[in-house]
């Protein structure tokens, strides 16, 4: 991972200037405990099948990807020159802990895992993402998921 202090000064500069979005309200609701829940991944990875359609800067859109997904099928086209992708490449668990994520199931500690898990583009403004996020929830409720375990990149 780049540091700021590696980056050029103006590049530091605006980073650190970005504006914070507000959003209104944020709703609560009482979790269901975890060995009764549904969980699902949502990384920012840039993570998709080979298949799909690779994502581009500022994407807003994400992808859907199966639980059955074979993890050699699933490939990186984040477009940040600043992330390093060598952990990605030794262990896609890294930025998406699917089997990991089976392994809770298997154990008790998760109710089950999702059907379908999401992946967005991370260098991208989080105002532009509001639509998507809100097909997401949409998508969530649908399979029932209960919790999502965030993954940033």
Known sequence: ???????????????????????????????????????????TAGLHRRSDAKFVGGAADYRIIPDDVDPAEIVMSHVSINFDRSGFQQDVNVVFPLELLHELAAEGAIGSVARWHYSFMGATDPTRLQESATQLAGLLHGDGVDGAILVPV
């Open 1 to 43: 991972m780049v540091r700021l202090a590696d980056l050029a000064p103006h590049v530091a500069e605006g980073l650190l200037n970005l504006p914070l979005p507000e959003f209104d309200g944020s709703p609560w609701v009482t979790p269901r405990p975890l060995a009764q829940s549904r969980i699902a991944i949502v990384t």
